[in-house]
Nanobody, 116 residues
Framework: QGQVVESGGGLVQPGGSLRLSCAAS????????MSWYRQAPGKVRELVAN???????HYADSVKGRFTISRDNAKNTVYLQMNNLKPVDTSVYYC??????????WGQGTQVTVSS
């Protein structure tokens, strides 16, 4: 069964940077889109960034200009470079990997805390 594992979360001061990684197991074939979502306590999970197979990207307005999503298809891996982090970015960040047939695999989440 396919597995998705995130890493790279942690505690950072406002203005700092973090890089999240998400590796999908090689058993997950025909990957189309790879995405990052986040969910803060008491809030709905929201899309942060998405990258399709052809490297087309989409960002939430709140992170445009600060976050960059990229992927390495050979490694089934997607990254999220987060710069100029703000306290409002504090959330659990989830990776989602969607196959061309629409099946989506989710990771367990990684905590990002932005605080002084």
């Amino acid at each position: 069964q396919g597995q998705v594992v995130e890493s790279g979360g942690g505690l950072v001061q406002p203005g700092g940077s973090l890089r999240l990684s998400c590796a999908a197991s090689t058993s997950i074939l025909s990957i189309n889109a790879m995405s990052w979502y986040r969910q803060a306590p008491g809030k709905v999970r929201e899309l942060v960034a998405n990258i399709s197979r052809d490297d087309t990207t989409h960002y939430a307005d709140s992170v445009k200009g600060r976050f960059t999503i990229s992927r390495d298809n050979a490694k089934n891996t997607v990254y999220l470079q987060m710069n100029n982090l703000k306290p409002v970015d504090t959330s659990v960040y989830y990776c989602a990997v969607r196959q061309f047939n629409g099946i989506t695999f989710w990771g367990q989440g990684t905590q990002v805390t932005v605080s002084s």
